[in-house]
Nanobody, 127 residues
Framework: QVQLVESGGGSVQAGGSLRLSCAAS????????MGWFRQSPGNEREGIAS?????????DYEPSVKGRFTISRDNAKNTVYLQMNSLKPEDTAVYYC???????????????????WGQGTQVTVSS
């Protein structure tokens, strides 16, 4: 059973940066991808970044974060990161990491494909 623990959230002014971490423990052999998601009040959870973890590091980004956010992984530490730059107030949300086994042709940003979730970490961006 995989367990995921996020850290690194906090409050920052617009234009600032934060780096989120997601430490995985337990057996991850059934997962081929890790993703970052976010959810703000009244909105559905949306996928913003994903990374393939089985050979290579193919990444996908939601258009609103592409060029500002970077997902990466450290296999030795079993940790996935989300570097967030040029933050905007609309980035304010609870951020979650998740692991999943995405089928060929599947949308790697779709929450439906992710089985294991962390507890979430709050990111607040003030103007």
């Amino acid at each position: 059973q995989v367990q995921l623990v996020e850290s690194g959230g906090g409050s920052v002014q617009a234009g600032g940066s934060l780096r989120l971490s997601c430490a995985a423990s337990g057996y991850t052999g059934r997962s081929n991808s890790m993703g970052w998601f976010r959810q703000s009040p009244g909105n559905e959870r949306e996928g913003i970044a994903s990374i393939y973890i089985r050979g290579g590091s193919t990444t996908d980004y939601e258009p609103s974060v592409k060029g500002r956010f970077t997902i990466s992984r450290d296999n030795a530490k079993n940790t996935v990161y989300l570097q967030m730059n040029s933050l905007k107030p609309e980035d304010t949300a609870v951020y979650y990491c998740a692991s999943g086994n995405i089928p060929d042709g599947g949308n790697r940003l779709a929450p439906m494909f992710y089985r294991t979730w962390g507890q979430g970490t709050q990111v607040t961006v003030s103007s």
